[in-house]
């Protein structure tokens, strides 16, 4: 399985971005789905993530910095997931990573599938 990531760029302060991300092989239903990001001389965290809860309802969680600001969507005929980003402030600056697996919690060493990051930038 591989995570394609798209969508990044510059952002003004209040903007927003969409983040797409496919990927080329199958993601089953019943794997988690989720954003990351990296800031510069930061660790990796967890911002946003979509888990299968049974039947076709998955539920999300989000990290606190980003609730009410950037929503999480998603696609199993597309084996895609997606992040819009709305409100953008300069402290969401960073790259954002794809991810996804069948772990249990949203930590990054509990997901298996990795994209390759896309940037996005937003001037103070």
């Known amino acids: 399985v591989q995570l394609v990531e798209s969508g990044g760029g510059l952002a003004q302060t209040g903007g927003s971005l969409r983040l797409s991300c496919a990927a080329s092989?199958?993601?089953?239903?019943?794997?988690?789905m989720g954003w990351f990001r990296q800031a510069p001389r930061k660790e990796r965290e967890f911002v946003v993530g979509t888990r299968w809860s049974g039947g076709t309802t998955y539920y999300a969680e989000y990290a606190e910095s980003v609730k009410g600001r950037f929503t999480i969507s998603r696609d199993n005929a597309k084996n895609s997931v997606y992040l819009q980003m709305n409100s953008l402030k300069p402290e969401d600056t960073a790259v954002y990573y794809c991810?996804?697996?069948?772990?249990?919690?949203?930590?990054?060493?509990?997901?298996?599938?990795w994209g390759q990051g896309t940037q996005v930038t937003v001037p103070s």
């Open positions: 991810a996804a697996g069948d772990g249990s919690s949203w930590s990054p060493s509990a997901l298996d599938y």
């Open positions: 092989g199958r993601i089953l239903r019943t794997y988690a």
